[in-house]
């Protein structure tokens, strides 16, 4: 079993749906990153958090650390929200998700 | 700007050959990471370095082997002991070797 489990692995929406990306992990963090990886292949930090909840424009993260779980909500979808979206946890090392691929239809 | 800088963005080497993988960062920090991307995983940690001069192996880092000469540069060599090279490799960075992570563009190695 991976230590870092995403759900769901690919996700189709339309325009202006509310997102929601899922992340459960195994073992005990300091923190838990959310990443962004667009087409070309760069990955780009959008939140490090290691209790509640944070919010940067339309993207919110939030984290239970008793249950192990976090979930990056998009509000108001838009095409160029089209990437794939890694869970990240600190441990003794970083590891990470498999990512999920999301396609947004215009 | 500051950020990360990794060349060439594209690589194809014949099987047999050591390539070496350029990683640059003007952020000031201390630590530097390489990862190895393959479709449908999670990236997987080759090396890391916290300070000069010194590197620390990760869960892959049979048939590869880095530098730390300087605090900005983290080169990696991607050596014919890698048994299935071909891969997007990813350098990243954080301050003192926690928080934010920044993350290069990558580079897509091809073995023919």
């Known amino acids: 079993k991976n230590e870092v489990e995403q759900s769901p692995q690919n996700l189709t929406a339309q325009e202006g749906e509310f997102i929601t990306i899922n992340c459960s992990y195994s073992v005990g963090i300091s923190a838990l990153h959310w990443l962004q990886q667009h087409p070309g292949g760069g990955i780009v930090s959008l939140f490090m958090?290691?209790?509640g909840k944070k919010k940067h424009g339309r993207l919110i993260a939030t984290i239970n650390i008793q249950e192990k779980h976090s979930s990056l909500h998009i509000t108001a979808s838009h095409p160029r929200d089209s990437a794939v979206y890694i869970c990240a946890v600190e441990s003794s090392t970083l590891v990470f998700g498999a990512g999920t691929i999301l396609r947004v239809k215009s | 700007d500051g950020g990360i800088t990794q060349s060439p963005k594209y690589l194809f080497r014949k099987e047999g050959q050591n390539v070496t993988l350029s990683c640059e960062q003007n952020?000031?920090?201390?630590?530097m990471y390489w990862y190895r991307q393959d479709p449908g995983q999670g990236l997987r940690l080759i090396y890391y370095?916290?300070?000069?001069?010194?590197?620390q192996k990760g869960d892959i880092a049979e048939g590869y082997s880095v530098s730390r000469e300087k605090k900005e540069s983290f080169p990696l060599t991607v050596t014919s002991a890698q048994k299935n090279p071909t891969a997007f490799y990813l350098c990243a960075s954080t301050p003192a070797g926690a928080g934010e992570l920044f993350f290069g563009e990558g580079s897509r190695l091809t073995v023919l």
């Open positions: 958090l290691s209790s």
């Open positions: 952020l000031n920090h201390d630590a």
């Open positions: 370095s916290q300070i000069v001069n010194d590197f």
